[in-house]
């Protein structure tokens, strides 16, 4: 019998009998190796705003080219993206039976480059999943002076992290909740995810910021401020909490109220983290970059975390406030 194989993508790190699938569904062990189903065939390419990622910090004003596979290893019963992610999604028959068009990393480089877009992003579904294409992609763009930036659920094995690391210059990743909340919803573990954040958080060649979608009746204040105090103790920089609206299997409950996300929003601010923002509100109070040492409003414009950002008059210069000169977070500017 051929012996098994282990799959280091995340820290599920699989251990595959040949012909089997690991529990994302898209690794399979075939012959002597594990391939990834859908290698090269992407269910979503689109030129963003950078703002959209969300990233605030990385490029603000920049648009960037998105890319995805199908494929997760979580199973979130909230998920806003099922129908590329989960394998119950009538789409996952056409990825198994290799019925979507290929697109090689040669020509989806071409494609950055004439979006004149200065970053590549993997997200939409989960890059972990397809990493091997991530990678092949991003070595070239990196050959092109051009940049990388991955959103993703943050569930790295050791290896594979370390792997990523060299190419990716930005993350954005997604922090979901306590570890009750990652057992109960999504099919994962938190303190994993954690670990990968403190990681990247300590590089100084890397931008990253962390996402938490907040709903109403599931996460309480008190998670939020907990939450908060972990962040910040991994050393983030950058938060932003995001309003729910119902998906996937979770439609029984309402979309968060703007007024529990304002909630939310003044916990997480009580965390020290030095930038929190709102995201899917209508309201701007959050939206703004403000200088950490004098207040000043550097960056606004953002709504819905889809619009292109403002720069303001005194804004940041070389990495710092144009008023007081203290060094604000994140790329600002191309080199
Ligand atoms: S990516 Fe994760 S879930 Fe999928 S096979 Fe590899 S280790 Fe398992």
């Excluded at 070239?140 to 659920?153: A, Q, Y």
């Excluded at 994993?192 to 962390?210: W, Y």
């Amino acid at each position: 019998m051929a012996p098994r194989l282990t799959c280091d993508f995340c820290y599920h790190e699989c251990s595959l009998a040949q012909g089997q699938a690991g529990s994302c569904g898209v690794r399979v062990h075939q012959g002597d190796s594990i391939r990834t189903i859908g290698y090269a065939r992407p269910v979503s390419i689109a030129v963003d705003p950078m703002e959209k990622k969300p990233m605030y910090h990385f490029l603000p004003g920049h648009n960037t080219l998105s890319i995805a596979l199908f494929g997760c290893n979580y199973t979130c019963t909230f998920c806003q993206n099922h129908s590329i992610s989960q394998k119950e999604s009538a789409l996952f028959n056409s990825i198994i039976n290799g019925r979507l068009e290929e697109v090689r990393c040669q020509e989806v480089v071409k494609m950055l480059i004439s979006s004149g877009a200065p970053v590549m992003s993997y997200t939409y579904s989960e890059p972990i999943v397809w990493q091997d294409y991530m990678l092949d992609i991003a070595r070239l763009v990196k050959e092109h002076g051009l940049l990388n930036c991955m959103v993703t659920n943050g569930s790295f094995s050791k290896s594979s992290l370390e792997r990523i690391l060299p190419l990716i210059d930005a993350f954005n990743i997604d922090v979901k909740g306590d570890e009750e909340f990652y057992h109960t919803y999504c099919g994962g573990r938190l303190q994993p995810v954690l670990d990968a954040v403190t990681n990247i958080a300590s590089r100084d060649d890397k931008v990253l910021e962390v996402t938490t979608m907040v709903i109403e009746g599931v996460h309480t204040l008190d998670m939020i401020e907990t939450l908060g105090r972990q962040l910040h103790d991994a050393g983030v920089k950058v938060w932003h909490l995001s309003r729910f609206f119902p998906h996937w299997k979770m439609r029984d409950i309402n979309e968060t109220s703007e007024r529990f996300l304002e909630k939310a929003l003044e916990c997480a601010f009580r965390s020290d983290i030095e930038f929190i923002y709102g995201g899917n509100t209508m309201s701007n109070t959050w939206q703004a970059t403000k200088c950490p040492g004098c207040d000043t409003i550097l960056v606004t414009g953002r709504r819905y975390g889809t619009g292109a950002s403002h720069f303001t008059a005194e804004s940041i210069t070389d990495g710092h406030c144009g008023n007081c000169h203290t060094s604000i977070y994140g790329k600002f500017g191309l080199p």
